[in-house]
């Protein structure tokens, strides 16, 4: 098999201009660069094809070295499905974007820069939930009964490990007790 050099050297291009272009802070860029990596993407499909041949229809009179490869052609079609629903997707991400904001560009603003610095731990400020959960085992008490899980929030956790010397919060069957 033999690979058409204008045809890679057109893959190249492509990809390298896709790549360039999804590196932008501008949504529509970033669609252009999308939409120019699943075209090189496809004729990267196509290339691995080889060249064009009988279509796959079996014949008893035809060798099998003259059919064309179906395989590849089912991959670009899926490709192009798959690029088509992500084209839908972030065209309605720059719409949205763009109601809200009237801008296409995306920004780092401080809001942005403050989550990211922060730890990864976030407690839930409604986290009391019974310790028994699960479907599998039959709990015949009341709700009201059931032994629950203490609330836990960052502020109020850190208060008491500030002032009892604890690692984090307590855990077991006494986790309740004194809260």
């Given at each position: 098999?033999?690979?058409?050099?204008?045809?890679?050297?057109?893959?190249?291009?492509?990809?390298?201009?896709?790549?360039?272009?999804?590196l932008e802070r501008s949504l529509t860029r970033v669609l252009l660069g999308l939409m120019?990596?699943?075209?090189?993407?496809?004729?990267?499909?196509?290339?691995?094809?080889?060249?064009?041949?009988?279509?796959?229809?079996?014949?008893?009179?035809?060798?099998?070295?003259?059919?064309?490869?179906?395989?590849?052609?089912?991959?670009?079609?899926?490709?192009?499905?798959?690029?088509?629903?992500?084209?839908?997707?972030?065209?309605?991400?720059?719409?949205?974007?763009?109601?809200?904001?009237?801008?296409?560009?995306?920004?780092?603003?401080?809001?942005?820069?403050?989550?990211?610095?922060?730890?990864?731990?976030?407690?839930?400020?409604?986290?009391?939930?019974?310790?028994?959960?699960?479907?599998?085992?039959?709990?015949?008490?009341?709700?009201?009964?059931?032994?629950?899980?203490?609330?836990?929030?960052?502020?109020?956790?850190?208060?008491?490990?500030?002032?009892?010397?604890?690692?984090?919060?307590?855990?077991?069957?006494?986790?309740?007790?004194?809260?």
């Amino acid at each position: 098999m033999s690979v058409n050099l204008t045809l890679l050297l057109v893959m190249g291009v492509l990809y390298a201009i896709g790549i360039y272009l999804l590196l932008e802070r501008s949504l529509t860029r970033v669609l252009l660069g999308l939409m120019l990596l699943t075209n090189a993407t496809n004729l990267l499909l196509l290339a691995t094809g080889g060249y064009a041949g009988l279509a796959p229809i079996f014949s008893k009179d035809i060798p099998a070295t003259e059919y064309n490869d179906p395989l590849p052609q089912a991959f670009i079609l899926t490709s192009i499905v798959i690029s088509f629903a992500v084209t839908a997707f972030i065209l309605s991400l720059i719409y949205s974007s763009w109601l809200l904001s009237r801008a296409d560009h995306i920004q780092d603003d401080r809001e942005d820069r403050r989550v990211a610095a922060q730890d990864a731990f976030d407690a839930e400020e409604d986290s009391e939930i019974a310790v028994e959960v699960s479907d599998f085992h039959e709990n015949h008490q009341p709700a009201a009964s059931r032994e629950m899980i203490r609330k836990v929030t960052l502020k109020t956790t850190a208060r008491k490990n500030a002032a009892t010397g604890m690692e984090g919060p307590r855990e077991g069957p006494d986790a309740g007790a004194g809260a």
